[in-house]
């Protein structure tokens, strides 16, 4: 048996393995990367999909102190589950009672707004404390925090809250994916400009942080353009997988989906497969149903493009992907009911990496890793 028919092994034999030493390892390489750089390592949507608690633990294991969430909700189940890394709460609070148990909590806020500051200033003198918070700064993402223009005032009315500690100011690049770097300059640029602003008003902006996992593994260019970075926040590279294809480094797949053949049948030449008939054999051959399907991760899109790997071997997926099955062509290949199957990830038989699943799907690994349903049981390894 090898290790991904262990994996697959179950009442339904689909799970989704995380590798933890890959984990460990990735969180090394993003300290090296970072060069001394304090790290916050980004585990919203829990982990990507692969399991918020436990990455929390594996990586507090390894010394990191410090976590990013989305909200109130996803960091107080890491507090109930005794994680005790600090944790900023990247979409901040919307009303006074999330406000009041962030502060409770001594969770750390992000504020986009003034709203979002009287929200922590109200719960912070109620609990009679001093809560810490970061602001978000939009240079160009133009979806959350508040606008570089206007961001000065913001920052200036935290500093003058006696209920508030700044901790930290960071912005979001948008495009440190791509290759041509020239639009992450133009926003650095001016969140450099904003941070001088605010020193010459007398504003410490506490740690200052620009870099996800596209702009730490692009390097010397964007690091250089903001000396005064003193973290880093990491998400994807945790887990393995790249921004872009361009963006390389020593990154170590943590999550492999895997299943089983349940069943293998005889089709005829010109026989159709799976709903709306949108696959017909060109030939005789064979079409192994696989036990895994869009409830479980593998999107619609894949229909005819995507791959899965039995045996060491890679087969076009055939037909539409059903909810819970979905149709391989294996020809007359020594494929078996029980078989093993990957979908992505690695395998003593081989590998299959999530940027090719995902690009198959005319998506982004991203998506792919937190798609993979809640009736998947991650099953954790070394």
Do not use: W
């Not at 799970?15 to 790290?39: K, S």
């Not at 970061?134 to 240079?139: A, I, L, R, Y």
């Amino acid at each position: 048996m090898t290790r991904l028919e262990a994996c697959a092994a179950g009442r339904r034999p689909t799970e989704a393995r995380v590798d933890l030493g890959a984990i460990r390892a990735n969180y090394a390489e993003a300290r090296r990367a970072a060069g001394g750089l304090a790290l916050y390592a980004v585990i919203k949507a829990d982990a990507y999909g692969h399991g918020a608690v436990r990455v929390a633990r594996t990586l507090e294991a390894s010394g990191c102190e410090r976590f990013a969430v989305l909200d109130v909700q996803e960091a107080a189940r890491l507090d109930d589950a005794g994680v005790r890394g600090r944790l900023l709460v990247l979409g901040g609070v919307h009303d006074p009672g999330e406000a009041a148990e962030a502060v409770a909590r001594r969770f750390v806020p992000v504020l986009h707004d003034a709203a979002g500051l009287a929200h922590v200033a109200s719960a912070a003198r109620a609990a009679g404390v001093r809560a810490a918070v970061e602001v978000e700064v939009d240079t160009g993402m133009r979806r959350m925090g508040i606008p570089a223009e206007v961001a000065l005032e913001l920052l200036a009315a935290v500093a003058a809250e006696p209920a508030l500690a700044l901790e930290g100011t960071f912005t979001h690049l948008a495009q440190a994916d791509e290759a041509d770097l020239a639009p992450s300059l133009v926003q650095l640029a001016a969140f450099r400009d904003l941070l001088a602003r605010a020193r010459d008003r007398g504003v410490a902006p506490g740690r200052v942080h620009f870099a996800n996992s596209a702009g730490l593994l692009a390097g010397t260019p964007l690091a250089g353009a903001l000396p005064e970075a003193t973290a880093v926040r990491p998400g994807l590279l945790l887990y393995g997988a790249r921004p872009a294809p361009h963006l390389t480094g020593a990154l170590r797949p943590a999550m492999t989906l895997a299943t089983r053949v349940v069943q293998v049948r005889a089709v005829r030449r010109g026989e159709a497969v799976g709903y709306n008939a949108r696959f017909r054999a060109e030939g005789d051959t064979r079409i192994a149903t696989l036990a895994v399907g869009y409830a479980d991760g593998v999107p619609v899109a894949t229909s005819g493009r995507g791959e899965v790997l039995i045996r060491g071997r890679r087969f076009a997926i055939a037909g539409r992907v059903s909810m819970d099955y979905v149709g391989v062509d294996v020809g007359d290949a020594p494929v078996t009911p029980g078989d093993a199957a990957l979908f992505f990830g690695t395998c003593a038989d081989g590998s299959l990496p999530v940027e090719e699943a995902a690009a198959s799907a005319g998506t982004i690994s991203y998506e792919l890793l937190v798609r993979v349903g809640s009736r998947v049981p991650r099953v954790y390894v070394e």
